[in-house]
C-alpha cells in the first residue's frame, strides 16, 4: 500500500485571525505527531507538494462571480460572513487547498500512489456554488472530483463526510448528480450549524436518492454511531459500488470538541476508518481521505493518525484525553429508530433497504 500524503508548510500560514476555533495548531500538530510516530518517512509514506488551483479549476465548481469577489476581498481584506473572514492573501491560501485536493485524487489516477491523505486547510464543505461560511472558502472535495470526471473519466465517487456538520456545499454541489453519491454523518440540524440535512433531503431530479443524510442527535456516542453506519452507509455503499471512495475526516465528532455534542472517541474513528477501508478493498475503490473540522488540539492529530495508521495497517498507541462519557440508552434507542426511518425513507432508491 502506497500513500501519499498532500502538505505543503503553507497550509500553516492562514489564519482567521485571533481567537477562531479554526487555526494553524490543529494542522501543524497533526504534522508533528505523525512525524513522531515515524509516519511521516514511512517507506509506504510519499509526501506529495500541491499545485496552485487555477481560476478555471474553481469555476469547473463555482460561480465565477463568487470567485471574483473572494479575490477582491483577498486583496483589501474582508469577510464571507462572521465566522469566515477574508484576511489579506486567503485568495492564494484557498487555490493551495483546491490544488491540494487535485494532486490528491490525480496522484491516485496516475498510479504514483495507492491512497491519498490530504493535510489542507483551509476546508471547504461549506462552499456551495454561489456562497460560502463556516470556515471555507472553495470546495476542495467538489474541484478534485470534477477534474477526476472530466480528464479522467471517473463515474462514480461517494463522499462519506463525518465531519460533525453537515457539509451544506458539497450536498448543494451534487444534489443533482447520480454519480457522486454524498452520504453525511452530523449532528442534529436542528441542534448545530449549517442548519440542513435532514432526512428528506435525498437530492433530486437524476440525483434523487444519491443524497445520504444521517442527522443524529446530541450524544450520540460510538455504540449508536457505529450502528448508524453500519445499518446504513455500508449497505449503500456496496450498491453503489463507486471507483473513488472520500472520506471527509472531521475530528469534531469527538467528545472533547468545543463547537459541538456528538461525543465520538478515538475509537469510533479508528472503526470509521476500518470500514471505509475495507469497503475500498471489498469493491476495489480507491481512497481519498480529507483533513476536515476539529478544534481540539489534543483530539484532532489523533484522530488523523489513526486514520493514516489503520490505512498503514500500523498499530499506534492513542491517548484518549480523558474518559468517554456515558452512552445512554435512551440515546441508542433513539438512534437506532432513526436508522430504520432514514432506511425507510430510501427504500425507493436503493435495493438493500427492500428487503
Ligand atoms: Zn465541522
Known amino acids: 500500500m502506497k500513500l501519499g500524503i ?3 508548510e503553507n497550509y500553516l500560514k492562514h489564519n482567521f485571525g485571533p481567537n477562531h476555533p479554526a487555526s494553524p495548531e490543529q494542522l501543524a500538530l497533526t504534522v508533528k505527531i505523525l512525524q513522531e510516530k515515524q509516519i511521516w518517512n514511512d517507506p509506504s509514506v510519499t509526501i506529495l507538494s500541491p499545485i496552485t488551483a487555477t481560476e478555471e479549476d474553481l469555476k469547473s465548481v463555482h460561480d465565477p462571480a463568487f470567485i471574483s469577489l473572494i479575490k477582491k476581498y483577498s486583496e483589501i481584506g474582508g469577510s464571507l460572513t462572521a465566522d469566515t473572514p477574508i484576511p489579506v492573501g486567503s485568495f492564494e491560501f484557498a487555490k493551495l ?3 491540494g485536493a487535485v494532486v490528491a485524487g490525480e496522484a491516485i489516477v496516475k498510479g504514483q500512489v495507492d491512497s491519498s491523505y490530504a493535510l489542507t486547510r483551509p476546508g471547504g464543505h461549506h462552499a456551495g456554488i454561489t456562497s460560502s461560511s463556516g470556515f471555507c472558502y472553495f470546495n476542495e472535495v ?6 477526476l470526471k472530466k480528464k479522467y ?8 463526510d463525518y465531519d460533525v456538520h453537515h457539509g451544506n456545499g458539497t450536498q448543494e454541489i451534487f444534489y443533482e448528480d447520480p454519480n457522486v453519491l454524498y452520504i453525511s454523518t452530523h449532528q442534529d440540524p436542528k441542534t448545530l450549524y449549517p442548519g440542513t440535512g435532514f432526512i428528506w433531503e435525498v437530492g433530486s431530479g437524476a440525483g434523487e436518492g444519491f443524497t445520504v443524510n444521517i442527522p ?5 456516542g460510538h455504540r449508536a454511531y457505529l450502528h448508524a453506519f453500519d445499518n446504513i452507509v455500508v449497505p449503500v455503499a456496496r450498491e453503489f459500488k463507486p471507483e473513488l471512495i472520500i ?3 472531521g475530528a469534531d465528532a469527538h467528545f472533547l470538541d468545543p463547537l459541538a455534542n456528538l461525543d465520538l472517541k478515538l475509537e469510533t474513528y479508528t472503526q470509521v ?3 471505509i477501508i475495507s ?3 471489498e469493491m476495489e475503490s480507491r481512497l481519498v481521505f480529507f483533513f476536515a473540522g476539529g478544534y481540539n488540539i489534543q483530539v484532532v492529530p489523533q484522530v488523523h493518525l489513526t486514520t493514516i495508521a489503520t490505512i498503514l495497517n500500523k498499530s499506534v498507541e492513542l491517548n484518549e484525553p480523558k474518559t468517554p462519557p456515558k452512552e445512554f440508552p435512551s440515546i441508542i434507542r433513539r438512534v437506532e429508530k432513526l436508522t430504520l426511518e432514514i432506511r425507510e425513507n430510501l427504500k425507493p432508491y436503493w435495493k438493500c433497504f427492500k428487503i
Open 142 to 147: 467538489a474541484v478534485m472530483v470534477e477534474n
Open 153 to 160: 473519466h471517473l463515474k462514480k465517487a461517494m463522499i462519506v
Open 216 to 220: 443524529l442527535p446530541p450524544r450520540t
Open 6 to 8: 498532500v502538505y505543503h
Open 247 to 249: 472520506g471527509y475526516v
Open 97 to 99: 487547498a483546491v490544488g
Open 279 to 281: 469497503l475500498a478493498n
Open 273 to 275: 476508518a476500518k470500514r
